[in-house]
């Protein structure tokens, strides 16, 4: 993939900004290597993955609100951040596939065969997470942006904690100057994976689901360190927000 470079310092927090954020936004250089074992079981994960997500994500209904703030991401000239929390992977892999989004996902094993079996859905994967390697792939999916592709976080991943969002989509906003979009999927019918960190959800087969597509968020690219926490908190907040209308509203029904 070829394109305008961005440089690592680019992506940096404002001066004087401190705490988790920051020192989370480290660089790895070292690809991992996998041995023979490990990279059976990445193949099994992988079409594993592919498989059960395509089986159970055919027969879901889904109903969606908010289409129109997409859009308006588009017809201003800007790509989008799609930015959604962690437990809800498998509704929104499923929905938005086949449209080249470029996903960042972590450089361990859970994450290598996660970004196998998405580029078998047609998504591209920038390796790294708020753990590990997150600033190079911060680089690649500025990267992406400026060629006219859109970037993905599961913005609490790839451990948590669970429903506390991360600021790389705010980091990636500033630099580039598009547009953060965060949306949310509930499930009618579902499992809940209560042995995981994030709570994992799998919709049972034929389930109806909510897609809410809440309205951008803009970051001006002279943001400053106050702009930049702000912009942070309000993303969280409408993160939660559309969460909580989207959970009640099978709740209700």
Not at 69 to 77: C, H, P
Request: hydrophobic content about 35%.
């Amino acid at each position: 993939m070829s394109g305008p470079v961005t440089k690592s310092d680019d992506l940096k927090l404002p001066s004087g900004e401190k705490g988790s954020a920051k020192r989370s936004l480290h660089y790895q250089e070292t690809p991992r290597v996998w041995n023979r074992w490990q990279r059976i079981q990445l193949w099994l994960a992988a079409h594993l993955g592919f498989w059960l997500i395509g089986l159970i994500g055919r027969t879901l209904r889904f109903q969606s609100q908010g289409d129109e703030n997409l859009q308006t991401i588009y017809r201003t000239g800007h790509r989008a951040i799609f930015t959604f929390w962690h437990n809800r992977i498998f509704g929104a892999t499923w929905y938005f596939r086949k449209r080249g989004i470029v996903v960042m996902t972590s450089q361990n094993f859970d994450g290598e065969y996660i970004a196998r079996f998405i580029e078998m859905l047609g998504y591209g994967a920038a390796r790294g997470s708020s753990s590990r390697g997150g600033l190079k792939a911060l680089v690649q999916m500025a990267n992406c942006l400026e060629q006219g592709l859109d970037v993905g976080f599961t913005i609490d991943g790839p451990r948590g904690p669970r429903y506390q969002a991360k600021i790389g989509p705010v980091l990636l906003a500033r630099k580039t100057g598009h547009s953060i979009f965060c949306f949310h999927v509930s499930y009618e019918r579902k499992w809940v994976l209560r042995g995981s960190w994030d709570h994992f959800q799998i919709p049972k087969p034929f389930s109806r689901a909510l897609l809410i597509q809440a309205p951008p968020i803009y970051v001006d690219m002279n943001a400053d360190q106050t702009t930049v926490e702000r912009k942070h908190a309000e993303m969280q907040q409408l993160l939660e927000k559309i969460r909580d209308e989207g959970d009640s509203h099978w709740r209700k029904n």
